[in-house]
């Protein structure tokens, strides 16, 4: 682990929480990446709004910034990897993911995941509709899971956490987030063109802000 990144240690496995948005699970070479959102630009195109495509380029960079540093063996995309309804960009991103021959990549479907079924059968995704566990005590999912079975710990995405920071002078600042919640772990959306869900700490909870820099655990007030 390095000193920008907060490690979460359970039985089974150590969860990295990198300042890229990402989860990394380095004993089995495991990349955890959620909300994407591809493909949002064209969307927003055809529905009137002049969004520039490259947008996405960031989300490119970043991606392979990570495949080529890390070199994971299996990369899990926790849902809505693709924004909506098919379009150019899912071929973009898809002959992109395909230059990583050694990477087995894998989609949990989401909410935005509505690509015909036929699509994702022709795609560099092995496809789960629901949850996954890729080791044992790990269930990975799009959505947070509403009941969590003893001794699991659920990590997921859709939610897009981010925790307002306030500091002197009223001035305050949005930051993306990790929000654990017990033996629940929300990451926060990976695209670049996405929105952030302001949260809250509650009695036992924890909040990791992301800064281009570092993880930094929130304490509290």
Known sequence: ??????????PNFSLELLKEKVVWIAKEKILLIADLHFGKAAHFRKSGIPIPEPIHDQDLILLRNLFESLAPEEVYFLGDIFHSDINEQWTVLNQFLKGFEKIQFHLVLGNHDILPSTVYENSCFEIHKETVEPIAGLILSHEPLDSIPEQRVNVCGHIHPGVLMRGKAKQSIKLPCFYLNHNQLILPA????????????????????????????????
Not at 1 to 10: A, D, E, K, W
Not at 194 to 218: A, C, D, M, Q
Request: glycine share 10%; aromatic share 12%; hydrophobic share 35%.
């Open 1 to 10: 682990m390095n000193t920008h990144s907060v490690q979460l240690n359970y």
């Open 190 to 221: 990976f695209g670049v063109f996405t929105g952030l869900y302001t949260i809250s700490r509650k009695n036992g909870e924890r909040i990791f802000g992301v800064t281009p820099e570092r993880v930094i655990e929130l304490k509290s007030e």
